[in-house]
């Protein structure tokens, strides 16, 4: 039964005092029973991991301790997840509902699907009501990959076998890394992806890849030598794929046909 299916959910966190909270509750909120919350701080002093301890207490899903930027942390923290099937709640995001773990698990039920995915909002970092850009992903298909198409990061759950065989997340990308990993799941891996047709995760907007020019070119970089690696595209995919992302702010798009 999927109810008994231990969902593990990793949160790495640094310096995020203002917004951690609504990812805390967003988890603990869910109707699913059976969910493991990794949290893995990167030694906050802003407040971050006072808070955290006071919501979890003396949870032995939180430890705090130097890393080398996110992927670094989130490879820990899946490192230390015991779960059958493995997602992210980044420390800026929150469940559309209370009801999402539950729907992921039905989708594991079907005992072919390696992975499970939904669609994304991204909301106002001020007001969390208001949807900024709204990410319709679709089925996959694997001539989508060329076309600069990939599933929202923060939606898609693996089962931990997925990690296990082909790798957790190339730590010498800075930004990129979350694609990267997903082409080489896809691509080398050959996994199986259901669809969920419906939002799953609100995402505030300010990522690091957006947040300066420098950044943006940085993940062009690495967008472009994910695409080489895996064979995938080169300079026409990584233009659709900016081109995809400007089409997320129209009303009802968002989603390749």
């Known amino acids: 039964m999927a109810e008994k299916m231990k969902i593990s959910i990793v ?20 109707s699913y029973q059976n969910v493991e ?9 802003d407040g971050t991991l006072e808070l955290i301890q006071k919501h979890h207490g003396s949870s032995s899903g939180l430890v705090s301790e130097p890393d080398a930027g996110i992927y670094d942390a989130i490879n820990k923290g899946i490192s230390r997840a015991s779960g059958d099937i493995i997602g992210l709640m980044h420390s800026d995001d929150f469940f559309a509902d209370d009801l999402v773990l539950q729907k992921i ?22 007001n969390t009501d208001k949807i900024v850009r709204r990410w319709r992903s679709g089925p996959y ?4 990959l060329k076309r600069g ?26 930004i990129a890394a ?38 943006i070119l940085q993940k062009s970089r690495e967008d472009y030598t994910a695409m080489r690696r895996h064979g995938v595209g080169g ?15 129209l009303p009802k798009r968002g989603k390749l046909k």
């Open 11 to 30: 949160t790495a966190v640094f310096n995020r005092v203002d917004t951690v909270a609504d990812a805390l509750r967003s988890v603990e909120a869910q």
């Open 37 to 45: 919350h990794v949290i893995q701080d990167g030694g906050s002093k």
């Open 105 to 126: 698990a039905e989708a594991f039920r079907e005992p072919e699907v390696d992975g499970v995915y939904g669609d994304l909002d991204y909301v106002s970092s001020s």
């Open 141 to 144: 298909r694997a001539d989508l």
């Open 149 to 174: 198409w990939m599933p929202p990061h923060p939606t898609l759950y693996l089962r931990r076998e997925v990690f296990d065989r082909w790798g957790l997340y190339d730590t010498s990308m800075r």
């Open 178 to 215: 979350d694609y990267e990993a997903m082409l080489r799941y896809l691509v080398k891996g050959d996994i199986r992806l259901a669809y969920i047709p419906e939002v799953l995760v609100k995402m505030r907007v300010g990522g690091e890849s957006n947040r300066s020019l420098s950044g």
């Open 235 to 249: 300079i026409n995919t990584l233009l659709a794929k900016n081109f995809y992302k400007l089409e997320q702010f």
